[in-house]
């Protein structure tokens, strides 16, 4: 087993200028391993669900290569909900429903097969539920990445910083990064940030890409400049999975590698809000992500020559 | 003559979070030259300032290689003043004051020294002065670049449309473009834009980068991410003369020069954040600018390597 992602599975409903959805299958964990199943062959999920969720999708995710022995199927009780409405700008959103249901009490549980993975991702939950599964992991991963959101530095910032001290990789947007720190400026919040535990922190800008904080060195990946964002709702995750996939894959969390990851997790995020939901995901090729990711390497490329 | 600007040259009181300053010297021409004086050494500034203004400024722009026999001196009139307060962020100000005085009535002369320039930048301006500047070139620039800014789109939205028509590169921020265009995607914007005339658009997005439309061809350029930003005044014209400046400097306006130009601007702008006014610009060595574009290469570059 080369990763394990550990994060919901979920149903949303999303109401956005461009249209109104029914419940659709989301959640972190969902977004998350089927961004990474483009570069990852052995991986697996850690999840729950209620016995409303369709067995198709859990069908769909196994054809992708994702061993979900790990999702746990609860008789009797209802999966996740969230429903949430874009701004006309896309860039804001509201949450108008938040149904916990299975979530609430969640005891993720890692199957045998799952121990001895090499790279762990831990999807946004609560930290508490991604502490336990670090500490259910037999043998420490190499790398361990981790998400999170301002939800949990409200309600949860011991507990939050707790987990955070066990981990590698922080994964997080700018305001995040300046409620957990503190301070405005990102470069002064990462170094804030790794002094409590990540000695990696990436920050996700959204349309304005994304920066990696690599012990002493800085990266930037802009954001493909889109014509029109359908549903931003998953594009975080997909980053973030994208990420884990291209590094578990490659075997390789050296800076120069983390760049290229990062990379891809951006063409795989550009992808997802194309259309509601995982439908863009779900019919992605290869072919496709590899003509995105070269359209980032021509985007941001040039080659100085100093004036005398 | 290489580049010829027009701009304001004037007076600025900042208050920011980091402090407050009496009058300074400011104006999109007096930032626009300094920067581009980095890069070519035939280039005239044409502005109008009152007897107000201190020889000395003049006397240093005079140092730095710049033509001000285009700046009119008007006896018994006072200097343009403006004056505004950067909230906490630094990413948004309120104007306090402005007065216009001599730029009400400005109406500029090209020296005889000015004529057969290259190149030509029209600093934030009234549209109608920018205009005239173009029509007493006797012959056309090679190339026209314009600043402008929401105040001219909200008031003077035919002249500016009439300026625009005849310049080759448009510099504008985000919001604007979005105002001008009418659309929110910056890609859609861009499009609009240049069916209004400029075949080259540049969308400067402050700590977020630039991103430059030429013809078909899209680049972007990042922002260096910063520590403190002190004062933002000035940045987006030290951009706009960091870029012309190179532009003329190499005399090639080609995609791939373009590129250059813009991560020159950008370099330039990064100090000019750092502190109050000019000031940083004025003691700036070519020394810590080419340092610092070493930054901007290092910042976005990897290597991609495709997964199978």
Same mark, same amino acid.
């Given at each position: 087993m080369r990763l394990v992602t550990v994060g919901s599975v979920a149903f949303d409903a999303i109401e956005?200028?461009?249209?109104? %959805?029914? @419940?659709?299958?989301? +959640? =972190?964990? %969902?977004?998350?391993t089927l961004a990474s199943s483009f570069f990852v062959k052995e991986q697996g999920i850690i999840s729950v669900v209620g016995d409303d969720f369709p067995a198709s999708t859990l069908e769909n995710m196994k054809a992708k290569g994702?061993?979900?022995q790990g999702i746990q199927i609860k008789a009797g009780e209802k999966t996740f909900f969230w429903s949430g409405r874009y701004h006309n700008d896309m860039n804001s959103r509201d949450t108008l429903v938040t149904e916990l249901n299975?979530? &609430?009490?969640?005891n993720p549980i890692v199957p045998q097969a799952? *121990?001895?993975?090499?790279? #762990?991702? #831990? /999807?946004?939950l609560s930290p508490q539920v991604q502490r336990m599964v670090i500490e259910r992991m037999k043998k420490r991963p190499k790398l361990? =990445?981790?998400? %999170?959101?301002n939800f949990w530095m409200d309600i949860a910032l011991e507990e939050l910083k707790k987990t955070m001290a066990l981990v590698d990789v922080l994964i997080i947007n700018d305001e995040e990064a300046r409620q957990l720190s503190g301070v405005y400026s990102l470069v002064k919040a =990462?170094?804030?940030?790794?002094?409590? +535990?990540? *000695?990696?922190?990436?920050? @996700?800008?959204? &349309?304005? /890409?994304?920066? #990696?904080?690599? &012990? &002493?060195?800085?990266?930037f990946a802009p954001a493909l400049p889109l014509e029109d964002v359908f549903d931003p709702t998953g594009a975080g995750d997909t980053f973030a999975?994208?990420?884990?996939?291209?590094?578990? =894959?490659t075997d390789d969390f050296s800076f120069e590698n983390m760049k290229r990851a990062i990379i891809a997790g951006s063409a795989l995020a550009s992808f997802c809000v194309e259309k509601f939901g995982t439908q863009r995901l779900l019919e992605l090729t290869k072919k496709e992500l590899n003509a995105r990711v070269k *359209?980032?390497? %021509?985007? +941001?490329n040039f080659e100085m020559k100093e004036v005398q």
């Open positions: 956005s200028p461009f249209g109104k %959805t029914d @419940k659709i299958v989301g +959640g =972190a964990g %969902t977004f998350i994702i061993d979900i299975v979530l &609430e009490h969640f799952f *121990q001895g993975a090499d790279y #762990l991702m #831990l /999807g946004n361990i =990445a981790m998400d %999170t959101m =990462a170094k804030v940030i790794r002094a409590m +535990g990540p *000695q990696i922190v990436i920050i @996700k800008k959204g &349309e304005h /890409g994304a920066l #990696l904080f690599h &012990e &002493e060195n800085m990266f999975g994208g990420f884990m996939g291209y590094i578990a =894959a *359209q980032f390497v %021509t985007l +941001g």
